[in-house]
Nanobody, 115 residues
Framework: QVQLVESGGGLVQPGGSLRLSCAASGSISGINVRAWYRRAPGKQRELVARITSGGSTTYADSVKGRFTIFKDNAKNTVYLQMNSLKPEDTAVYYC?????????WGQGTQVTVSS
């Protein structure tokens, strides 16, 4: 089992920044992908950013150039640095990990972008 705990959400004004953190614990060996997803009100969950064990990254077109996913292997933590936030980034953000073929999810953290 893998446990994922997110932190760092909150309320921010348009144009502002937030950094989300996702700490993994448990059976973390074999995790080959870490990712962030989000679900906005009335919309389906979507992939925001993904990073592989080798460090390759993928981003949704809507966040390219504004968001950065990176990890600290020593802390078993993945981060999502979000800059130039827009109201349309408002959503619950979920941390995800893939260990072999099984997916694990965090509880989610709310990000609200509003003036």
């Amino acid at each position: 089992q893998v446990q994922l705990v997110e932190s760092g959400g909150g309320l921010v004004q348009p144009g502002g920044s937030l950094r989300l953190s996702c700490a993994a614990s448990g059976s973390i060996s074999g995790i080959n992908v870490r990712a962030w997803y989000r679900r906005a009100p009335g919309k389906q969950r979507e992939l925001v950013a993904r990073i592989t064990s080798g460090g390759s990254t993928t981003y949704a077109d809507s966040v390219k150039g504004r968001f950065t996913i990176f990890k600290d292997n020593a802390k078993n933590t993945v981060y999502l640095q979000m800059n130039s936030l827009k109201p349309e980034d408002t959503a619950v953000y979920y941390c995800n990990a893939v260990r072999f073929v099984r997916e694990y999810w965090g509880q989610g953290t709310q990000v609200t972008v509003s003036s």
